[in-house]
């Protein structure tokens, strides 16, 4: 099984984030734009594993000491690895250190499984389409700058997710496994 480790966004900023993609895929509709259902935020990429590791995982996962529930301002238009490169293009995530923590928990909490470790840093962000190879159209990059700092919500997160990534050829099909809540404050 594939599989990653997920913060879901909220139904709101999907909606706006869904709209954006709209607008901009009809300046670029041979980019990879990602299905508005699919957006999320990952924590962990851990890739294929044999289906008798699930159970170790899962274990794993509930083991781990999660920072309390925090809040995400879902914020900001950008590329992967940078504009001059533009490979990906992402919409940026701002949040107070516990979202990092809990990446590093997690990444921490799967090592001892065997899933290599980060090498680099936490750069959280939600992938909106994955240009490879391909040149960034003028049309769109003149109409990312106009929407460079636009905000699609701000929302709290109480849990994450274990997540099955099924590849298909109409695109990658996601499934909830397992849903770990965050710790509630006292
Ligand atoms: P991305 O959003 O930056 O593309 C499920 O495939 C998720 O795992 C994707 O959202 C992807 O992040 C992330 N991921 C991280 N490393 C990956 C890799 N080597 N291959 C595929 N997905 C990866």
Redesign the pocket.
Same mark, same amino acid.
């Given at each position: 099984v594939?599989l990653?480790v997920?913060i879901e966004i909220p139904a709101e900023v999907c909606k706006r984030l869904a709209e954006l993609i709209g607008d901009f895929r009809v300046l670029a509709p041979s980019l990879k734009w990602?299905r508005a259902e699919?957006l #999320?935020?990952?924590l962990?990429?851990i890739?294929e594993v044999e289906s008798t590791k699930l159970d170790a995982i899962r274990s794993a996962l509930a083991g781990i000491r999660p920072p309390g529930e925090f809040e995400l301002t879902y914020q900001g238009l950008g590329f992967?690895p940078s504009e001059k490169r533009p490979r990906?293009l992402?919409s940026g995530i701002q949040a107070t250190p516990e979202l990092a923590q809990l990446a590093f928990e997690i990444d921490m909490a799967l090592s001892a499984l065997g899933v290599p470790r980060e090498e680099r840093a936490f750069a959280p #962000?939600?992938?909106l389409a994955?240009l490879g190879d391909l040149p960034l159209p003028g049309s769109l990059r003149t109409a990312l700058s106009r929407r460079v700092t636009e905000e699609f919500g701000v929302a709290r997160v109480t849990e994450f997710h274990l997540?099955e990534?099924k590849l298909k050829s109409t695109g990658?099909e996601?499934t909830t496994v397992q849903s770990f809540a965050l710790a509630t404050e006292h």
């Amino acid at each position: 099984v594939r599989l990653f480790v997920a913060i879901e966004i909220p139904a709101e900023v999907c909606k706006r984030l869904a709209e954006l993609i709209g607008d901009f895929r009809v300046l670029a509709p041979s980019l990879k734009w990602v299905r508005a259902e699919n957006l #999320h935020l990952t924590l962990k990429f851990i890739g294929e594993v044999e289906s008798t590791k699930l159970d170790a995982i899962r274990s794993a996962l509930a083991g781990i000491r999660p920072p309390g529930e925090f809040e995400l301002t879902y914020q900001g238009l950008g590329f992967f690895p940078s504009e001059k490169r533009p490979r990906i293009l992402w919409s940026g995530i701002q949040a107070t250190p516990e979202l990092a923590q809990l990446a590093f928990e997690i990444d921490m909490a799967l090592s001892a499984l065997g899933v290599p470790r980060e090498e680099r840093a936490f750069a959280p #962000h939600l992938t909106l389409a994955r240009l490879g190879d391909l040149p960034l159209p003028g049309s769109l990059r003149t109409a990312l700058s106009r929407r460079v700092t636009e905000e699609f919500g701000v929302a709290r997160v109480t849990e994450f997710h274990l997540i099955e990534s099924k590849l298909k050829s109409t695109g990658a099909e996601y499934t909830t496994v397992q849903s770990f809540a965050l710790a509630t404050e006292h």
